[in-house]
């Protein structure tokens, strides 16, 4: 048999949603790098998610743990490990990391892009902002960071995502006052420009700050 002559066909069926997003990171002043690291990736299930991860201290220290942190949940994610058991491993690996105290908070968010269902976990992270429906809502769970204690901590909620809705998440550079700024903005964004308005949103908050 020649393989050389036949095709392989993959068919997918198409999802109802598309996910736009748009990220903007900054460096602490007198650091080269950040300590916050955010991937965006949808797995063959059709599931998108979004996660932020934000290092111990700041500068390179911290940018590596959070590194760390989001190619490993990222890979094991993808290799088709629940969102839980995926958190769970990240966390293992950071306490096991020798020789040093290693932790970070974990925000991810994943979208079912056939049915629209929504996960917020959320590991120490700061609050998620949702615009549904015109109406703003605050997804706050305490919780601690990943790498301090050997059974982690993971804060859980759902809900289901419509067409126009809105989700806005931080690292804890943007801090509880400027939460109310974003929810200002939010209310009067008309969901045209998604770069533009995180680029400016994010503007506003150095300002504010």
């Known amino acids: 048999i020649n393989y050389e002559d036949f095709v392989t066909l993959v068919f997918k069926e198409k999802a109802d949603f598309n996910v736009t997003s748009a990220a903007v990171q900054f460096t602490k002043q007198g650091e080269k790098y950040s300590g916050d690291t955010y991937s965006t990736f949808t797995d063959d299930n059709g599931i998108f998610y979004c996660v932020i ?5 700041t500068g390179t220290k911290a940018a590596i743990g959070s590194n760390l942190a989001v190619s490993l949940l990222e890979k094991l994610i993808k290799a088709g490990f629940g969102v839980t058991s995926a958190i769970n491993t990240v ?5 096991s990391k020798s020789g040093d105290e290693c932790s970070v908070t974990l925000d991810l968010v994943a979208i079912d892009l056939f049915t629209g269902h929504i996960e917020f ?6 609050d998620t902002v949702v615009r549904k429906n015109k ?7 305490p919780s601690l ?3 301090i204690i050997k059974d982690s901590e993971i804060a859980n909620g759902n809900g289901t995502v419509s067409s ?4 806005i998440m931080a690292s ?21 420009n998604v770069r533009a308005f995180t680029e400016n949103l994010s503007e506003k908050i150095r300002e504010y700050q």
């Open 121 to 126: 976990y959320k590991c120490g992270a700061q």
């Open 53 to 57: 991860c934000d290092g111990m201290g």
């Open 145 to 147: 960071p990943l790498g």
């Open 164 to 167: 126009g809705d809105v989700i």
């Open 135 to 141: 109406r703003i809502h605050f997804i706050n769970s």
């Open 172 to 192: 804890d550079g943007v801090n509880n006052e400027d939460l109310i700024l974003i929810e200002n903005e939010l209310r009067y964004f008309n969901n045209e």
């Open 91 to 95: 966390n293992t690996s950071l306490i």
